[in-house]
């Protein structure tokens, strides 16, 4: 608008408010000199205006500042008509605390990840809680405080079972104890513990061995092998799919074996150094069809591609299952997933930070396992109780396909998942832009700590949305004129709510909430030692560590015994079966003498009556067919199996004892705790 039109409408606005301004001071002034103001005299004023300023002061004052404000009402409105609107872009403002409750993110802590609260650490400030999206995705570099100001304030608050991938094992040290109290029953599963600690037993096969189906667990292999065998590379295509198919041959002959672990498959394709003739035999020995298939199949390829197959295999992890201790800590499992909805579990993944990288194909089949066996599924009225999933270092344990095809569905069985990643670029690297996307699309919120890479810096800053900001400029001609014409310009710009600068340099101590269809919280990150129920709960722990009981250590030893005695039965029984063969298509013949030996005069007596009883066995042999062999054979094997057996029971009572007395005495604390 150009000044000639301003000047007009301040006058006319002015006036306006001066006419305003005087019927009220007029009306003001018939009231106090005893009027009525039913009927004011508007010119009572103009008529006394001497006589006012000398005789009633005050009174004239009044109706001068009544007039005054309405004049310069008139001159705002002016300003307000005077101004055109400016263009409009992004409308994203930050949370305010009425939003956030309205929103659900204040909610009491326990029923959903706590991601922050609204003032610093050692205030009383409300909670920052996750209570209406069940999964977070956490951005956090090293050195951020993920450990102090996420993962163990949840452990230390959440209602339900929790389950977390515990590096340095610092999260079982500070909040085991805590969950122990509350009832939970706590498992420490620590396979690579070289300091001497009790480790509970975790079978990633157990679920799988334990289906009717032997096609479904054929198929259920097949997706097992897909967590080994990770390639992007079409060279080794066909190498990745012979590797597979004999895996799943392997793992199905051990569980024909009743020796379902992967140590034994690691043994099973290991075993002869003539592949082909090794795979033959297995394939004589194996009963369900399609292995029998496979490992003839695997028996007709030569031995170099076979040793590339296996290579592949074993360098893509299950070479892990090499090392007694690994083997030892998986050979059984002494809980079940299936338990974690029925009752509260803390299940402690124990992994030092050297070991992620060796460890992650059993990382992967642990949490995958665990997410299967949820989604078998949906809780029933037995399983109230929600699960927390907090996984550590997710971009350095490879491709999970189950966790980023199941986060969007796993709210239906009770699951809640936190992925915790230093860099968005690491999970890009991995799994693709698109697949990341879906990834944070599914988490619903998604919590920020100050990043250091640019690709999470820039991503960062276009999450947090745009907003529209003013921007006034001025300007003035250079010359001997300078004070005269000067102009001030108006304009509105497009503009991120937070720059990549501010996103770069945001202090330590803030934390920025992305949540979808929302608007983003900026908050100030936990430090569970600083906070004062935090604290309070951590300090409140007392008491031994809840390590299992030595008897689970004795019984891994026991299993291992009963495994390796299984294998050679197995052994045994498929050579028995190819004697019943040939008795069966070849007439009985006798057992030839043992020879003599080329130069008698050399035997010593020990070796003289050695031989004379080789030669009274062989003589009483010929009296047998081979059939009958094989049965004699066969009741031998079966009363070492049976002596093993009540061994391995008598050995297993009182660890099976102890274990049930703990389980009693934490159902016990937890209906003590449940009020909580």
């Known amino acids: 608008m150009d000044r000639s039109r301003v000047l007009a409408a301040g006058t006319s ?7 305003f301004g005087y019927a009220i001071a007029s009306a003001y002034l018939t009231y106090q000199f005893g009027g009525s103001l039913q009927d004011p005299d508007f010119l009572f004023l103009a008529r006394n205006l001497t006589a006012l300023r000398e005789r009633a002061p005050t009174e004239f004052l ?4 009544i007039i005054g404000g309405f004049v310069l009402l008139g001159l705002a409105l002016t300003g307000v008509a005077a101004q055109e609107k400016l263009t409009s872009f992004g409308q994203t403002t930050w949370q305010t605390p009425a939003q956030m409750k309205r929103n659900g993110f204040l909610g009491a802590p326990g029923r959903g990840f706590l991601l922050g609260k609204l003032g610093p650490p050692k205030s009383r400030r409300p909670y920052l809680a996750s209570t209406t999206f069940p999964h977070a995705l956490l951005v956090a570099p090293t050195g951020r405080g993920k450990g102090v100001g996420f993962v163990i304030p949840n452990l230390l608050t959440f209602k339900g079972s929790v389950v977390v991938l515990d590096v340095k094992g610092e999260n079982f040290l500070e909040t085991s104890r805590h969950r122990k109290a509350l009832g939970d029953r706590v498992i420490r599963f620590a396979p690579a513990d070289w300091d001497g600690h009790p480790t509970f037993r975790y079978n990633p096969l157990q679920r799988i061995y334990e289906m009717k189906n032997p096609d479904r667990q054929m198929m259920e292999l097949r997706l097992t092998a897909g967590l080994f065998l990770q390639s ?16 799943v041959a392997a793992g199905m002959l051990a569980f024909e074996r009743d020796t379902p672990t992967l140590s034994a498959i690691h043994r099973l394709v290991s075993e002869g150094s003539d592949k082909q003739k090794a795979y033959a035999k297995l394939s004589r020995e194996a009963r369900h069809p399609a292995v029998k298939l496979i490992f003839e199949g695997l028996a007709s390829i030569n031995n170099d591609t076979l040793t590339s197959y296996l290579s592949l295999l074993l360098t893509s992890g299950l070479d892990t299952w090499s090392n007694g201790a690994i083997a030892a800590a998986t050979s059984a ?6 338990d974690l909805r029925k009752r509260p579990h803390a299940i402690y993944l124990e992994v030092a930070p050297d070991m992620v990288r060796p460890l992650a194909p059993l990382i992967r089949l642990f949490f995958s396992d665990l997410i299967a066996s949820l989604q078998a599924k949906e809780p029933g009225p037995d399983e109230p109780w929600p699960v927390m999933i907090l996984l550590d270092e997710f971009d350095r344990l490879g491709r999970m396909p189950i966790v980023a095809e199941s986060i969007k569905t796993l709210r239906s069985y009770g699951a809640h998942l936190a992925l915790v990643t230093q860099t968005i670029p690491a999970l890009d690297e991995l799994y693709g832009e698109n697949t990341r996307l879906s990834l944070q699309g599914g988490a619903g919120v998604k919590l920020y700590l100050t990043p250091s890479d640019q690709k999470t810096v820039a991503e960062l800053s276009q999450s947090a949305g745009r907003t529209t900001k003013r921007v006034i400029s001025r300007s003035r001609p250079l010359g001997p004129h ?3 014409s000067r102009t001030l310009t108006e304009r509105t710009e497009d503009a991120p709510l937070l720059s990549e600068d501010q996103a770069r340099t945001m202090s330590l101590e803030d934390v920025v909430v992305v949540i979808d269809a929302q608007s983003p919280i900026r908050a100030k990150r936990i430090k569970y030692y600083e906070d004062p129920l935090l604290r309070a709960t951590h300090a409140a722990q007392s008491g031994p560590y809840p390590y299992p009981d030595p008897a689970v250590s004795k019984m891994a030893q026991l299993d291992q015994t009963s495994e390796a005695h299984a294998v050679q039965i197995a052994e045994q029984e498929a050579r028995i079966a190819a004697l019943e063969t040939r008795a069966e298509t070849s007439p009985t013949a006798p057992v030839p003498p043992p020879p003599t030996p080329s130069t008698p005069e050399l035997m010593t007596p020990s070796v003289r009556r050695a031989r004379i009883k080789s030669a009274d066995r062989a003589r009483a042999a010929t009296q047998l ?11 031998k094997l079966r009363r070492g199996v049976g002596r093993l057996s009540e061994i391995k029971a008598g050995q297993a009572d009182d660890s099976s ?3 049930a007395t703990q389980a009693e005495t934490s159902t016990l604390r937890h209906r003590s705790a449940g009020s909580l």
């Not at 992007?232 to 895996?247: A, K, M």
């Not at 499992?333 to 299936?338: A, L, N």
């Open 482 to 484: 300078t004070l005269k």
């Open 62 to 65: 009044t109706a001068g500042a």
């Open 13 to 19: 606005f002015s006036l306006l408010g001066a006419a």
């Open 625 to 635: 067919t081979p059939g009958e062999v094989a049965e004699e054979d066969r009741d």
């Open 333 to 338: 499992s002494d809980f079940s997933f299936r």
């Open 657 to 659: 004892k102890t274990l």
């Open 232 to 247: 992007d590379s079409e060279r080794v295509s066909g190498l990745l799919q012979g590797g597979i198919n004999l895996f």
